[in-house]
Structure formats: C-alpha cells, structure tokens
C-alpha cells in the first residue's frame, strides 16, 4: 500500500478533531475522502502533508513517515489544496521551475511534460503571466500542472472541482486516471458525489472525526440497503442519520 493511517488521533488544539482514523490507499486506486463541511477531511489531509503533528496514531506513505526522513516523506506526494496557494512575485514559468527544482526533476524531462500540461490546460501562452492576472479556475490549473507535473507516488487533491470549468474537469481526471495507471494513489476530497461516484474505487466517509465507514460502491450498498444504490443516497441517508445522533 501507498498511505496507512492508523489510530490517527489530532487536530488544531489539545482537544482533537480527529478521533481514531484508519485507513489506507493503495497502488493504482483512487479513494474518494467524503464527509459533511468540519467533518475532518481537511484536517486528516493535513496530518497526511505535515502541516499537523498527531496526537496519537501513526502515518506513513510506502513504510516511511515524516519523522524518519521529512524530505524523502514529503517528495512522495504532489499536493492540490482547495484554494489555490501561488507567490505573487513568480510568473507560472517561475512556480514551473520552483517545482522542478522542489522535486529534483530533470529539467529537460520536466519541461517536455509541464508543455503538454500547459497546452492540456490552456495556459501555454500564460508562461509571462503573474497569479495576479489569472481567474480563480486558471490559478487551480497552475497548482494541477505543478502537481502532475511529478512522479509522486501519492496524490492528494482537496475540492479540486471547484472553479473548474467542465472540459478542465474532464481534462483532470483523465489525468488521474493516467496517474493510478501508472501505480500512483490518490486521495480525493470532494462534495461532487456524481462524480466520485462514476470514477472513485473506494470511499471514506467521514463524520464527526471519525471513519463512519468505508469500502467500495458495491460493499456499501450491501450495508446500507435501506439508503439507496447511488452515492448521494447513501451519504446523505448517513449524514442525515449523523445529524440526529449528535
């Protein structure tokens, strides 16, 4: 496997948000991270980056954690946040070369496939240009060619749909598709249930910090019959359960 999170326990204070979370993230699979707004999604992928030290439980991506070697850790995983995060001072062809450089990549190599991604993206004539003049869905562009511009063996891609504009989207997931093919993981925090839906392999639902359940489609029909054969049915039918239990 790729990610394993075991008896993850942590948050932003003494008192945690997040309350005993295992799961794992294999070779090749796209895993959908699904849960209500302060679910824990945000914070568990922070924990998995090294933003936040845990309280309890144990991280690690392909046997290493970030205690024993936090570069060799961190070079593993290629990063897109929800809100675009850009230097204002850096052109899109300087935040190209800062990844380059950050991953140690050939240069060479690197640029041949930052142009196909540009190209991809439509943004092979915005090389000059600075964060300031791009749209909210052209600065989500940059952190996707960046991010896939690595070899990363996991992905963590966190609401990458918002201000994506439909053939982005598309083009995006093809591009994962690519990635899981290749043997990368990638972990998926997303409200868009259709679409998690249609291309995840598996899911984690989260609520209230805590794994609520997890598996694929199939396994989870299985253990909610009474909520629903689609995604959306059985999420909303478990959140909606959550919410009376709280």
Not at 19 to 42: P, R, T, Y
Not at 133 to 145: A, E, H, L, T, Y
Not at 189 to 196: E, I, N, R
Request: a negative charge; glycine letters at 8%.
């Amino acid at each position: 496997m790729v990610l394993k999170i075991e008896h993850l326990v942590g948050g932003y204070s003494q008192i945690p948000v997040l309350k005993d979370i295992n799961f794992e993230v294999h070779e090749g699979e796209l895993v959908g991270l699904i849960g209500l707004n302060g679910a824990g999604k945000s914070t568990t992928i922070n924990h998995i980056i090294g933003l936040l030290t845990p309280q309890k439980g144990k991280i690690t991506i392909n046997g290493k954690t970030v205690y024993q070697d936090s570069e060799a850790y961190k070079k593993q995983i290629a990063y897109i946040p929800e809100l675009p995060v850009l230097y204002p001072e850096l052109t899109l062809k300087e935040h190209i070369n800062l990844t380059i450089m950050a991953y140690h990549l050939d240069p060479d190599q690197a640029w041949q496939r930052a142009n196909q991604l540009l190209k991809t993206f439509r943004l092979a004539n915005k090389l000059e240009w600075f964060p300031d003049n791009f749209s909210k869905g052209m600065k989500q562009k940059v952190m996707i060619v960046c991010a896939f511009l690595t070899d990363a063996q996991l992905y963590i891609i966190d609401e990458p749909f918002l201000g994506l504009d439909p053939l982005a989207t598309d083009d995006l997931l093809k591009l994962i598709k690519a990635q899981t093919a290749r043997g990368a993981a990638v972990l998926m925090s997303t409200h868009v249930l259709d679409t998690a839906e249609k291309y995840c392999d598996r899911f984690v639902l989260l609520h209230d910090g805590r794994v609520q359940t997890q598996g694929n489609l199939e396994t989870l029909q299985t253990q909610y019959p009474d909520l629903g054969t689609s995604l959306s049915d059985i999420y909303l039918g478990l959140a909606r359960a959550g919410e009376k239990d709280d």
